[in-house]
């Protein structure tokens, strides 16, 4: 279900040696939006297990997982990475389009984002090859996928801050954040090479 990087591995038993013993179970949970999410890894002891929760062994490591969320992190890869600013553990879902394994975004934001996006924005990306879809809305953010042309893009930036964002904010003045979670390094035909 899960991988652990050696460098996870040492670093979670070295916290772990730091405890009181009480301390013996890793809960991972998935907050935000599903199409970008985040993880929350807490350090936990065994009574704290709760009842939507399973009980995954990863080697000599025991993780709790919500059972909702038991799919999503199938696959993912946990590892411990330090940086100049900050350090910690991340969590990588396996690799597929965020919008592969999620229903389509439904209710009246989501009708009018898609509306904008079939009428206004897709047909005049369409002569680079590209497409803009909606993955997830979450109250009055979304969250949008760039594929085909777009998805590498040099000008991708560009193109959803200055064309895309203004479009629609303009027909849907409440939004309050558009989140790019275009996986663009996996991009194979861009149509301005980086």
Same mark, same amino acid.
């Given at each position: ?28 949970a ?7 999410p ?29 059972d909702a969320? @038991?799919?999503? #992190?199938?696959?993912? !890869?946990?590892?411990?990475?330090? /940086? &100049?600013? %900050? ?5 990588r ?5 965020? @919008?592969?394994? #999620?229903?389509?975004p !439904?209710?009246?934001?989501?009708? /009018? &984002?898609? %509306?904008?996006?079939?009428?206004q ?38 193109t ?13 003045p ?21």
């Open positions: 279900m899960l991988t652990f990087t050696d460098r996870a591995r040492e670093m979670l038993g070295s916290f772990l040696d730091q405890g009181d013993g009480e301390l013996e179970y890793l809960r991972i998935m907050v935000g939006s599903p199409a970008a985040e993880f929350e890894l807490t350090l936990v002891s065994p009574g704290e297990q709760r009842d939507d929760e399973q009980k995954v062994e990863v080697g000599a490591i025991t993780v709790l997982i919500a969320q @038991a799919d999503r #992190l199938e696959g993912a !890869t946990v590892d411990f990475v330090e /940086r &100049v600013n %900050e350090s910690g553990f991340e969590v879902p396996r690799v597929s389009g965020a @919008a592969a394994d #999620l229903p389509t !439904t209710g009246p934001v989501a009708d /009018r &984002v898609i %509306e904008v996006l079939q009428d924005v897709n047909p005049a990306i369409a002569s680079h090859g590209g497409a803009i879809n909606l993955v997830d809305v979450k109250g009055t953010e979304i969250y949008l996928e760039m594929s085909g042309g777009c998805q590498g893009c040099a000008m991708s930036r560009l959803l801050r200055q064309g895309v964002e203004r479009m629609l904010r303009q027909a849907i409440e939004l309050t954040a558009v989140h790019d979670i275009t996986d663009h390094a996996s991009g194979v035909n861009p149509y301005f090479e980086a």
